[in-house]
C-alpha cells in the first residue's frame, strides 16, 4: 500500500512540473512609475523644487567675483555644505547670477570648483551653471551649452609700471607671459584662440606662458617686477584696472588685443534634461538687458557700459 502511494505521488509530482514548463510565464507589468523614473529629470524643475539655484564661480576674480570675509550667511538660506549665499560674494557675476536666480523664483548659492573643472564639462550635477565670465568658444561649446552673453570684456596686457622695454603688444613675441590657465588668453598666446563673431589678430608669438589657477596671482607675480618670474599679463582689461586701482604698480600695455563674448554656461553631459533650463536662463538675462540691469551693473562694478553689444549676440549663430 505504502509503496503504491508513492508511486502515484511521484506520478502526480512528474505531471506537474512538465504542466509548470510548458505553461506560458506572463510578462511583468508595466507600472508608469518604473518608466517616468528611467526618464532624465527636468534641471528647471529640479532647481525650482529644491528653492535654489546652484553656481559655480572664481572666489579670488575681482571686480567679476570675489569672497567676502567675516560675512554670516542669512538665517534662512537654503545653502548646504561648501555653498555660499550672495551675500558672502562681491562683484559683476555674483551680482548678474543673483539676478538671474531671482527671475526664476529661487535663491542663488555659489561653489568655486577650479576653472578647468568648469570649463572641461562633466559637472555630475555638482553645479547647475557657471557665471564666472566664460568666453564663448567653439572648444568650449563641445563640452558646454551658453546662454545669451551678458556682458562683453576686452582683453589687454599689463607691465610692470617701470618698464620701457616695451611699448605695444607685439613687443612681447617670445617674452614671459602669465596667464589664467584654461583661459582664453592662454589660446591667444598660442595662436587657437576662436571667437564666433570675432577676427583674432595674434600679434604676440612664441611667447613663453606661464599658467597660473587665476588671474590675481599672476598680477601679484607681476607687480615684483624683478623680471624673473613675469615679463607681462594677459587678461581681463577691468581685472588689470582694477588691480592698478588698488595700488598694483602695473600700466596697461597699449589697446585691447580682441573682445570677448561672456556668457552663462550649461553641462551638455548632464543626467538631467536642460532644455527648459537653458532657455530659462537665457530669458532672465535677455529681459536683463532690455531693462536695463546689466548695464547698470556693468556702470557700477566698471564705469562703463560693456552689456549692449552682449544684448545683440545672435545665439542663432552658436546652432547649439
Not at 562683453?152 to 590657465?181: M, W, Y
Not at 562703463?304 to 552682449?310: E, F, K
Request: charged residues 20%; negative net charge.
Amino acid at each position: 500500500m505504502r509503496t503504491h502511494v508513492v508511486r502515484v505521488l511521484f506520478l502526480l509530482a512528474v505531471l506537474l512540473l512538465a504542466t509548470a514548463c510548458t505553461a506560458p510565464v506572463a510578462a511583468p507589468a508595466s507600472t508608469g512609475a518604473t518608466e517616468s523614473a528611467a526618464a532624465p529629470a527636468d534641471l528647471l524643475a529640479q532647481v525650482q523644487a529644491r528653492g535654489k539655484l546652484i553656481v559655480s564661480t572664481d572666489p579670488a576674480y575681482p571686480p567679476q567675483s570675489e569672497l567676502v570675509a567675516n560675512v554670516d550667511p542669512p538665517a534662512d538660506t537654503k545653502c548646504t555644505g561648501d555653498e555660499k549665499p550672495a551675500n558672502q560674494f562681491t562683484g559683476f557675476d555674483i551680482d548678474t547670477a543673483a539676478e538671474i536666480a531671482k527671475r526664476l523664483g529661487v535663491e542663488v548659492c555659489f561653489v568655486t570648483p577650479d576653472w578647468t573643472l568648469i570649463t572641461a564639462g562633466g559637472w555630475a550635477g555638482r553645479w547647475d551653471l557657471s557665471i564666472g565670465s566664460m568666453t564663448i568658444t567653439p572648444e568650449r561649446m563641445e563640452n558646454l551649452y551658453f546662454t545669451q552673453p551678458y556682458y562683453t570684456t576686452p582683453a589687454a596686457f599689463f607691465v610692470h609700471e617701470s618698464n620701457t622695454t616695451f611699448t605695444q603688444p607685439s613687443d612681447l613675441s617670445g617674452r614671459k607671459i602669465g596667464v589664467c590657465a584654461g583661459c582664453t588668453y592662454e589660446s591667444f598666446l598660442d595662436g587657437t584662440l576662436s571667437i564666433p563673431g570675432e577676427t583674432i589678430d595674434f600679434v604676440v608669438t612664441d611667447a613663453e606662458i606661464v599658467g597660473y589657477d587665476t588671474d590675481v596671482p599672476a598680477l601679484e607675480d607681476l607687480a615684483l617686477g624683478d623680471g624673473v618670474r613675469l615679463d607681462a599679463v594677459l587678461t581681463a582689461l577691468p581685472t588689470g584696472v582694477g588691480y592698478i586701482a588698488d595700488g598694483g604698480p602695473l600700466k596697461q600695455l597699449g589697446e585691447p588685443v580682441y573682445f570677448e563674448y561672456l556668457a552663462g554656461a550649461i553641462d551638455k553631459s548632464s543626467a538631467a534634461d536642460v532644455t527648459a533650463f537653458r532657455a530659462a536662463v537665457t530669458k532672465a538675462i535677455q529681459e536683463a538687458h532690455a531693462d536695463g540691469t546689466l548695464n547698470a551693473l556693468s556702470e557700477k562694478y566698471y564705469g562703463t557700459d560693456l552689456a549692449a553689444a552682449a544684448a545683440e549676440f545672435d545665439l542663432a549663430a552658436l546652432a547649439q
